[in-house]
T-cell receptor, first 113, second 113 residues
């Protein structure tokens, strides 16, 4: 148990629909990260939060993507007007203060038909 | 621009033998390196790490070696076990990256009986 819960585990949607994923760290950690992994690639950084502030966004995060962490605890990632190229596993990770490593959740596997 | 490279997409090793997974990086600012293991439909799990001030770190059957001059690191698994079969990702972080990890594309290890 990494202390990071992601919901849902799987999501199938039709192109053009909006989807939202949720990440719940078991306890509050000041840094929370979102990554995306496609087949044959390593996880790619999307964005990260320090408490409720979104401090960095990758150029992979188009304007159809939005992430929030309203109270510095759980986080949501929304994709609007999904495209087939959005099909991937979306991973949430936390960093414990003083530790360099990230702990990942089990991910949300998105399939856009 | 692939800053972390794993040039071997797959590796097959017999049970009991040594598995050696390799990783190269290009960014001189990287100063912390990690290996993650990933099973299908799960998030990456931290395995072992090494700081740039060291050239070796050992944890049970797993040893990571770092050659800074060559910008190369390797993961040794001895002895290899069937349960080690998974995809292994090399990752790196550095000063100013906010502990954002940059991942390689992964090496699929198959340990055969």
């Amino acid at each position: 148990d990494t202390g990071v819960s992601q919901d849902p585990r799987h999501k199938i949607t039709k192109r053009g629909q909006n989807v939202t994923f949720r990440c719940d760290p078991i306890s509050e950690h000041n840094r929370l990260y979102w990554y995306r992994q496609t087949l044959g690639q390593g996880p790619e950084f999307l964005t990260y939060f320090q408490n409720e502030a979104q401090l960095e966004k990758s150029r992979l995060l188009s304007d159809r993507f939005s992430a929030e962490r309203p109270k510095g605890s759980f986080s949501t990632l929304e994709i609007q007007r999904t495209e087939q190229g959005d099909s991937a596993m979306y991973l949430c990770a936390i960093r414990i203060v003083g530790d360099e490593k990230l702990f990942f959740g089990s991910g949300t596997q998105l399939s856009v038909l | 621009d692939q800053q972390v490279k794993q040039n071997s997409p797959s590796l097959s090793v017999q049970e009991g033998r040594i598995s050696i997974l390799n990783c190269d990086y290009t960014n001189s600012m990287f100063d912390y390196f990690l290996w993650y293991k990933k099973y299908p439909a799960e998030g990456p799990t931290f395995l072992i790490s090494i700081s740039s001030i060291k050239d070796k770190n050992e944890d049970g059957r797993f040893t990571v070696f770092l050659n800074k001059s060559a910008k190369h690191l390797s993961l040794h698994i001895v002895p290899s076990q069937p349960g080690d079969s998974a995809v292994y990702f090399c990752a790196a972080s550095g000063t100013g990256t906010a502990s954002k990890l940059t991942f390689g594309t992964g090496t699929r290890l198959q340990v055969t009986l």
